[in-house]
DNA sequence: ATAAATGATTTGTATGACAAATGACCCTGA
DNA sequence: TCAGGGTCATTTGTCATACAAATCATTTAT
């Protein structure tokens, strides 16, 4: 959501820049970038904006600063992985089925044990929520719609899990994933399809059956998992 | 690891400083922060080096800035919960079973799951990786050989699962838990316990058994957490 | 030959100035 | 009285310059 209309600040742009290069890979692990000033002058910025960026790259793990030495792009596995705009990036650059296949496989991962904790711990007011986000799933009348209700209830479910962290790791992960829906979205004629499912998630959390639920977001996920693979199979 | 020593920049400081204030509660979300003149004068740096501070800060969700409006401390939906910095900031600030508990379910979640896909997906090179850990575990004679080899052991599993978000989550949950492991480590007489739990996970990892790699992952995690909490139980 | 001193280069920090954005206020007109 | 627009003041955004600190490479002294 922060990066819908694009950053008008200037370090933001140069953030932008010089992480899709890196992440995209045309500044290899280990290369030696140019001087602070060489590059400024490259990117037409001021040191001071370059600076500004080069730290927000740097608190990303892409990069890393010594005196003298100058900065050097990072391994791979001192990236923050799990940072919105690292994963965004990398979205960008690599729309390899590899890569939204470990995507999906978090999604796997996460959301059903959020399920099944969200069945054990959640309270009135948060299973409230989820039965909205459901009945506006059901009311939806055109993709969009549906869309946005079904984004709330997964949102709703993890909220109920009163984990924060589960939250932040599938809204990052959601995040990323949506960026290769958008690519491919067209209106489905039959969008609702799994409605029964989501209603089969909702059911388990308010009857407090938290193996239930979990089987229950596995299917739901190995079913919008198949949707994915269909529509990138028609892609070319 | 790239907090051990402590951030000898300036700006990391200020990092450090601000970052503790805001996550720690010092700066309630959505109160305004001083101006950056007033703020760099009072933390006694240059404003250069507050706003590299700052752009950090920002870009970990933790605040926001806006021309003539000032900087507000963003809601803590909006933080990046899984940034390192951030996790380790609230581990600083709140001690509390609450958050510890969070941080277990985590990895009760993640390291199941990936023992499992580490069985299915493992090549040999990554076994011998595990084993060659196991086996250091085995031969460790004081707690800190064995902690070391523990910690090696767990990250090779991650390796093996060829899911690279998975090995970053797990690197952040486990060194936030390291940090009250730390607090109140003590030489335990009998650190070996867990030897024949982890050599279940490696055995099944070694024969492609996903279901059992899960099952002896969660058995060895559930054990951690014992110790975990008695350890806690005896700080009082 | 080894170790210490020196120099050069690059990032780190400080300062001052101006541009851009935007909320607040005032001023006008119906 | 209220609506609309315009001006002003304040705060962040950007730029330029100068110097400090660290450290690699070379040289020099023992």
């Known amino acids: ?3 819908t209309t694009g950053p008008r600040n200037l370090h933001g742009q140069v953030v932008q820049e010089l992480g899709q290069m890196i992440v995209g890979g045309s500044l290899a ?3 030696p970038l140019p001087r602070e000033e060489a590059l400024a002058t490259r990117m037409a910025v001021s040191r001071t904006v370059l600076r500004e960026a080069l730290k927000v790259l740097a608190a ?4 890393e600063t010594r005196q003298k030495t100058g900065m050097r792009v990072r391994e791979t596995r ?3 992985q799990l940072d919105a705009d690292v994963l965004a990036w990398r979205c960008a650059a690599m729309p390899t089925d590899d890569f939204v296949d470990k995507l999906v496989e978090m999604r796997e991962i ?4 959020a399920a099944a904790a969200a069945a054990r711990r959640r309270d009135d007011a948060q299973l409230a929520e989820v039965a909205a986000a459901y009945q506006a799933m059901d009311e939806a009348m055109d993709l969009d719609a549906w869309a946005e209700a079904d984004v709330r209830f997964h949102e709703a479910v993890l909220r109920a899990t009163n984990n924060e962290l589960l939250g ?3 809204s990052v992960i959601q995040t990323a994933l949506a960026t290769y829906f958008l690519m491919s979205a ?3 004629a039959n969008f609702r399809y799994s409605l029964p499912q ?3 998630v909702y059911d388990a959390i308010r009857r407090r059956r938290p193996n239930a639920a979990a089987d229950a977001m596995r299917g739901l996920i190995s079913a919008s998992r198949d949707t994915l693979k269909t529509r990138r199979a028609e892609k070319p």
């Open 186 to 188: 067209r209106t489905t």
């Open 198 to 200: 989501h209603h089969a």
């Open 110 to 113: 996460v959301e059903p044990a």
């Open 168 to 170: 932040s790791l599938f």
């Open 78 to 80: 001192f990236w923050n």
């Open 60 to 63: 990303k793990g892409l990069i």
């Open 29 to 31: 692990p280990g290369e």
């Open 1 to 3: 959501m922060a990066r």
